[in-house]
């Protein structure tokens, strides 16, 4: 996460080959460049949902 960034509330995925951003309500990927396997960092995200939407409102200051 940039907690400087803008909404909605999304983390970042780096990759050797590329990069994404994906929401955090929806795990809906909003960006992406390059080529980078995303599995891995979906299944964390939705196990840990709770974690990353209660450390973007507590680092962002946005409280989405």
């Known amino acids: 996460m940039f907690?400087?960034?803008h909404v909605p509330p999304h983390f970042h995925v780096l990759g050797r080959e590329g990069a994404a951003q994906v929401r955090?309500?929806?795990l809906e990927v909003i960006a992406?460049?390059?080529?980078?396997d995303l599995a891995e960092a979906l299944a964390w995200a939705a196990e840990n949902r709770s974690l990353l939407e209660a450390k973007w409102a507590e680092y962002s200051g946005d409280g989405q």
């Open 3 to 5: 907690f400087a960034d």
């Open 24 to 26: 955090i309500d929806t």
């Open 32 to 36: 992406s460049s390059g080529r980078i």
